[in-house]
Nanobody, 121 residues
Framework: QVQLVESGGGLVQAGGSLRLSCAAS????????MAWYRQAPGKQRELVAGITSGGSTNYADSVKGRFTISADNAKNTVYLQMNSLKPEDTAVYYCNAAVSKNWGQRFYDYWGQGTQVTVSS
């Protein structure tokens, strides 16, 4: 089995910063990419930022210039540095990883339990 454990959420005032971490563990042979998604109340889950094993990144337009995704491949860990937070960033943030459990096996998506980020105005 594969587990993703997020940490670093919390309550912060607008303009503040938070850093989320997500560590993947278990039956992992290779991780192709990791990403952060978020889901606000009453809204669909949306991609916030993603990073491939080669280091390529992509961001939602709403967070470009404020959020930075990075990864430590040796630790199977992904981070999300969130600066200049806004009340509209309030959501549950979920970690996602595309994991292969063995050589030649396809990659499957795994999800963390989510961590709450609340930005007060």
């Amino acid at each position: 089995q594969v587990q993703l454990v997020e940490s670093g959420g919390g309550l912060v005032q607008a303009g503040g910063s938070l850093r989320l971490s997500c560590a993947a563990s278990g039956s992992i042979f290779s991780i192709n990419a990791m990403a952060w998604y978020r889901q606000a109340p009453g809204k669909q889950r949306e991609l916030v930022a993603g990073i491939t094993s080669g280091g390529s990144t992509n961001y939602a337009d709403s967070v470009k210039g404020r959020f930075t995704i990075s990864a430590d491949n040796a630790k199977n860990t992904v981070y999300l540095q969130m600066n200049s937070l806004k009340p509209e960033d309030t959501a549950v943030y979920y970690c996602n990883a595309a994991v292969s459990k063995n050589w030649g096996q396809r990659f499957y998506d795994y999800w963390g339990q989510g961590t709450q980020v609340t930005v007060s105005s």
